[in-house]
């Protein structure tokens, strides 16, 4: 390995997410055991900045691992986005003797990290975000546990929907990306999924969908929309409207981003963080590390962020045929 890093800093940038934690432990634990000193950067590139920073130690992240949200903060810069912000950046890196920064992010953060890039500082990024909408990786740090919360609330809603025989609406994270709301829809057996990937016809897909789930005898029903759809009270009006079903609507919200990391996120982060601070000391930089069929590779930050993710047509279409199929009830008799 060569090794001209001496100093490192992390951070942790725009929307938070479970499982941050265990990628700054991993990032601070590689570096002091190849002997590489770690600053820990607080609220991502505003404390870049404002030279807002903690001196990081191994024993700094003992015991983090298992911890909701990021010990470093995080924040969206839009100073950062300028010259001025970006040049005072670069004159903390200076001051700090940082030879190298890992960012953990979305593709916000990895913009960033090019910039400095561009500016002569050594970058890695890290994909950290519940959406898992990052292009180059199949995988992003945050978005199991995301699942697994949504999943655990709508177990619960599912119990009462069912006892009153309601039509649930719930709206799930994702702005821009609808892979949460598919899988927490193909976890729950929803009746339908609302993502903003696919062009909505409200007939097509929630009310033929309710109305097929219906005509086989189900008398709940679970609808999943993602946030960047639109307005899911309006949906609920229109459902209401047109079946005369008791429509209840539930937002998610941000506790979707927080809780206990799952095994899955804390092992990614630990592998990816591990991974980071590998390249770093390889020399590497603009570079950010990624899960490609469960191998950790890397891509240029360029290349990551023209690379497009589809969602998973599969899921989608197969979530849609098990949700109206009939079921033919027991007979108590039989044994
Ligand atoms: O972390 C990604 C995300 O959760 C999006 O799905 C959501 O739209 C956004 O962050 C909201 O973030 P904030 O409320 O922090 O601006």
Request: glycine share 12%.
């Amino acid at each position: 390995m060569e090794q001209t890093m001496r100093r490192i800093g992390v951070l942790t940038s725009g929307g938070d997410a479970p499982g941050m934690n265990a990628a700054i432990r991993a990032v601070v634990r590689a570096a002091v055991h190849h002997g590489v000193e770690c600053v820990g950067i607080r609220r991502g590139f505003t404390g870049l900045i404002n030279s807002d920073f903690i001196v990081m130690d191994a024993a700094s992240v003992s015991g983090i691992s298992r911890r909701g949200g990021t010990m470093l903060y995080s924040a969206r810069s839009d100073e950062f986005r300028t010259e001025a912000g970006q040049e005072k950046a670069v004159a903390t890196c200076k001051m700090l003797c940082l030879d190298g920064i890992v960012g953990i992010g979305g593709d916000g953060t990895f913009r960033g990290l090019h910039d400095l890039a561009q500016r002569g500082i050594a970058v890695v990024g890290i994909p950290g975000t519940i959406d898992n909408d990052i292009s180059c990786s199949t995988y992003t740090i945050g978005y199991d546990t995301a699942c697994n919360t949504a999943l655990d609330a709508i177990d619960k809603l599912r119990d009462t929907m069912q006892s009153h025989e309601r039509c649930s609406v719930v709206e799930v994270m994702g702005h821009n990306a609808g892979h949460l709301a598919l899988n927490v829809g193909m976890g729950c057996g929803a009746t339908t999924v609302l993502i903003p990937e696919k062009k909505i016809d409200l007939d097509r897909d929630v009310i033929e969908p309710i109305r097929e789930a219906r005509l086989v005898g189900r008398t709940h029903f679970m609808v999943i929309v993602a946030e960047g759809v639109g307005d899911t009270y309006e949906i609920a009006q229109r459902i209401k409207e047109t079946t005369a079903l008791d429509v209840r609507v539930t937002v998610l919200g941000h506790v979707q981003r927080g809780g206990a990391p799952t095994s899955r996120d804390r092992v990614a982060a630990t592998y990816m963080g591990y991974n980071a601070v590998r390249l770093l000391l390889e020399g590497k930089t603009d570079r950010v590390v990624c899960v490609q069929n469960d191998d950790y590779v890397d891509y240029d930050i360029t290349e990551a962020l023209r690379m497009k993710k589809g969602i998973d047509e599969q899921a989608y279409k197969l979530l849609r045929e098990l949700a109206s199929v009939t079921i033919i009830p027991r007979s108590s008799s039989g044994s």
